[in-house]
């Protein structure tokens, strides 16, 4: 591990208002899915740690971070300004991560919650010397795109795992890292990864029984609305495909930074609203979105876009 390297000012470093501003890629299906298998484990008192290999700016951290039980300990680990080991990695870092710093994360991170996670500054082929075996219930593989990386990762997460614990591997099917791919499916046919669900840039599965995740999941996309889902075989092994079309996305990390209502005026001394700057449309109600808890702003939000689709009917 290696001390933070950065050298922005405290003015240059992020201040997210909502986990949308924070730099990274975390979409509704998969926010619903990590959402979904840390509750699911929760209701069970599956209790365990979490383990991100991967964390850029912070924004699937962040979200993880929310979900963190008593007493669990969260670990993420990420080169973030630190020298890659290898010249294909230093390439990747360059192409894809130019602008990552450590403190944007940690900035990032504690505008959301009040502690950061255990932070592990260095390659991810060191993660078993700071994480003990079978204790993690749900590990995030997001880290080098690189075959030979991605591989050690899943052997790594393998140990590190408990006996129902889940691994999410990032863009298991994209164009531009066959890599994930090829590490992803050869763990399914020679390492005893065994599928769960799919989405459209993660791939879900556990070295345990994925049979009671199947079904409780099954359950779950079929009581919520929004989520299209099929069921497909692999090598005669049910996986499910699914994809969040019009559900709402889970509950939101709040941050700390959060739009605050601007303080009432007397009448007497409030401005006149500028010609240049036109007043909202509807101030009362924005003011009044931003003062409720996420749950019942996006209620709101959902429910004002049905009445307006009606209207346009
Ligand atoms: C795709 S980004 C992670 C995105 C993040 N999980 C999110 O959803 O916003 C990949 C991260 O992996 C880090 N990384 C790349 N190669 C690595 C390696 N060999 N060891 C540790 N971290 C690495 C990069 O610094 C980068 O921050």
Same mark, same amino acid.
């Given at each position: 591990?290696?001390?933070?390297?950065?050298?922005?000012?405290?003015?240059?470093?992020?201040?997210?208002?909502?986990?949308?501003?924070?730099?990274?890629?975390?979409?509704?299906?998969?926010?619903?899915?990590?959402?979904?298998?840390?509750?699911?484990?929760?209701?069970?008192?599956?209790?365990?740690?979490?383990?991100?290999?991967?964390?850029?700016?912070?924004?699937?951290?962040?979200?993880?971070?929310?979900?963190?039980?008593?007493?669990?300990?969260?670990?993420?680990?990420?080169?973030?300004?630190?020298?890659?080991?290898?010249?294909?990695?230093?390439?990747?870092?360059?192409?894809?991560?130019?602008?990552?710093?450590?403190?944007?994360?940690?900035?990032?991170?504690?505008?959301?919650?009040?502690?950061?996670?255990?932070?592990?500054?260095?390659?991810?082929?060191?993660?078993?010397?700071?994480?003990?075996?079978?204790?993690?219930?749900?590990?995030?593989?997001?880290?080098?795109?690189?075959?030979?990386?991605?591989?050690?990762?899943?052997?790594?997460?393998?140990?590190?795992?408990?006996?129902?614990?889940?691994?999410?591997?990032?863009?298991?099917?994209?164009?531009?890292?066959?890599?994930?791919?090829?590490?992803?499916?050869?763990?399914?046919?020679?390492?005893?990864?065994?599928?769960?669900?799919?989405?459209?840039?993660?791939?879900?599965?556990?070295?345990?029984?994925?049979?009671?995740?199947?079904?409780?999941?099954?359950?779950?996309?079929?009581?919520?609305?929004?989520?299209?889902?099929?069921?497909?075989?692999?090598?005669?092994? #049910?996986?499910? &495909?699914?994809? =969040?079309?019009?559900? $709402?996305?889970?509950?939101? *990390?709040?941050?700390?930074? !959060? %739009?605050?209502?601007?303080?009432?005026?007397?009448?007497?001394?409030?401005?006149?609203?500028?010609?240049?700057? #036109?007043?909202? &449309?509807?101030? =009362?109600?924005?003011? $009044?979105?931003?003062?409720? *808890?996420?749950?019942?702003? !996006? %209620?709101?939000?959902?429910?004002?876009?049905?009445?307006?689709?009606?209207?346009?009917?």
């Amino acid at each position: 591990m290696t001390a933070p390297t950065a050298d922005q000012s405290a003015e240059q470093l992020p201040r997210p208002t909502r986990l949308s501003d924070v730099k990274g890629w975390l979409f509704t299906t998969d926010q619903l899915l990590f959402d979904w298998f840390l509750a699911h484990q929760r209701d069970r008192s599956a209790s365990g740690d979490l383990l991100e290999l991967g964390a850029y700016m912070g924004k699937s951290a962040i979200f993880l971070g929310a979900r963190l039980g008593t007493g669990e300990r969260f670990t993420v680990c990420d080169l973030f300004d630190s020298p890659a080991g290898d010249d294909s990695n230093s390439q990747e870092m360059k192409r894809s991560y130019s602008t990552l710093t450590r403190r944007a994360f940690e900035a990032n991170y504690l505008s959301f919650h009040d502690e950061l996670p255990t932070v592990l500054q260095g390659l991810t082929s060191i993660i078993r010397e700071h994480v003990e075996d079978d204790t993690v219930r749900f590990a995030h593989i997001d880290a080098s795109h690189l075959y030979e990386h991605v591989h050690a990762d899943i052997l790594a997460v393998r140990e590190l795992l408990k006996d129902d614990g889940v691994v999410a591997l990032d863009d298991y099917r994209a164009e531009h890292c066959p890599g994930v791919a090829a590490a992803t499916w050869q763990a399914v046919a020679t390492e005893g990864l065994r599928p769960i669900c799919i989405s459209g840039t993660k791939f879900y599965g556990t070295w345990g029984d994925p049979g009671p995740y199947r079904t409780a999941l099954l359950e779950w996309i079929k009581a919520t609305g929004g989520i299209w889902h099929e069921v497909q075989y692999i090598n005669d092994a #049910p996986i499910i &495909r699914l994809s =969040a079309k019009t559900a $709402a996305e889970p509950e939101q *990390p709040v941050s700390r930074h !959060r %739009a605050k209502p601007a303080a009432k005026r007397p009448a007497a001394t409030a401005p006149k609203a500028s010609a240049a700057r #036109p007043a909202p &449309r509807h101030p =009362a109600r924005g003011l $009044a979105l931003d003062l409720l *808890p996420p749950i019942v702003t !996006r %209620a709101l939000v959902n429910a004002r876009r049905k009445r307006k689709a009606t209207a346009g009917r």
